[in-house]
C-alpha cells in the first residue's frame, strides 16, 4: 500500500512537472486546458510497461499500430477547439482514451469513434473506471457519426490524406476543426466553417498516425 501511495504521488509531481515544462512553457495558456491536463491520469492510457515514461515529451505506443499523442500536442489541439463547457465534440479516434479524458474533463460533451475494436474496448474501460462519461462508438472515423451531428468542434487523432467532407458537414457554422492531414509531411490543420467551407487559420507540423478506413473517404485538400 506505501509503495502504491509513493507511486501515486510521483506521478502526480511529473504530471505537474509536464503540464508547467511542456505545455504552459510553449504557450498555452487556456487554464481549462491546463487544469485538465493536471488532473487527468496520463498513466493509466498507457501500457504497464511503459507507465514510466507516460509524463515524457513524446508520443508512446499502445499496440494494434496506434500511438498516444505527445502531451504538448494533446493540450494544443484541445485548446485550439476554443470551445466552452457543455459544447458537443466530436472526436475522431478514441484509442487509448486520454484525449477523449482531456476533452471530458474540459466539461465539454464527448462523442468518439474508433475503428479498432481491442483499442475501443480497452479506453471504454478506462475512461469508465475513471469516471470520465464519453459517448463511444465503433466505426469508420471517415463518416463521422451524422446521427448525433451536428458538433461545436471536430478533433481528429490520426492523418487523412485529406479532410473529409463527412466531418466539414457535420460541423456547426463558426465552429472548429483541428485534424492532421497528408502523408510523409504532415500538417495540423486548424480550420473555422465559414459559409459552409472551412477556412484554415493554423498549421503546425506534426507525424501522426494515418487514418485507418474500411472505405475511400471522399476529401478536400
Known amino acids: 500500500m506505501l509503495g502504491s501511495v509513493m507511486q501515486d504521488h510521483d506521478f502526480e509531481l511529473q504530471r505537474s ?21 493536471a488532473s487527468v491520469q496520463r498513466h493509466e492510457f498507457v501500457p504497464t510497461e511503459l507507465r514510466h515514461e507516460a509524463y515524457a515529451d513524446h508520443p508512446l505506443p499502445i499496440g494494434e499500430g496506434q500511438t498516444i499523442s505527445q502531451p504538448y500536442i494533446v493540450a494544443y489541439m484541445s485548446a485550439a477547439l476554443v470551445l466552452r463547457p457543455g459544447a458537443r465534440v466530436l472526436e475522431i479516434g478514441t484509442g487509448s482514451g486520454y484525449q477523449t479524458a482531456v476533452l471530458c474533463a474540459m466539461g465539454l460533451e464527448v462523442w468518439s469513434v474508433e475503428i479498432v475494436p481491442p483499442l475501443l474496448e480497452r479506453a471504454a474501460k478506462t475512461l469508465s473506471r475513471l469516471g470520465y462519461g464519453a459517448h463511444l462508438a465503433l466505426g469508420d472515423g471517415n463518416a463521422g457519426l451524422p446521427q448525433e451531428a451536428p458538433f461545436d468542434g471536430v478533433l481528429v487523432t490520426a492523418a487523412p490524406k485529406a479532410i473529409p467532407d463527412s466531418l466539414v458537414e457535420q460541423l456547426v457554422e463558426g465552429g472548429r476543426i483541428v485534424i492532421p492531414v497528408g502523408e510523409g509531411a504532415q500538417d495540423l490543420v486548424t480550420a473555422v466553417k465559414r459559409g459552409g467551407r472551412l477556412e ?15 472505405a475511400k473517404a471522399d476529401g478536400r485538400p
Open 17 to 37: 512537472r509536464m503540464v508547467e515544462r511542456q505545455i504552459r512553457a510553449r504557450g498555452i495558456a487556456d487554464e481549462r486546458v491546463l487544469d485538465a491536463m
Open 200 to 214: 484554415v487559420l493554423d498549421r503546425l507540423p506534426v507525424r501522426f498516425v494515418p487514418l485507418v478506413t474500411t
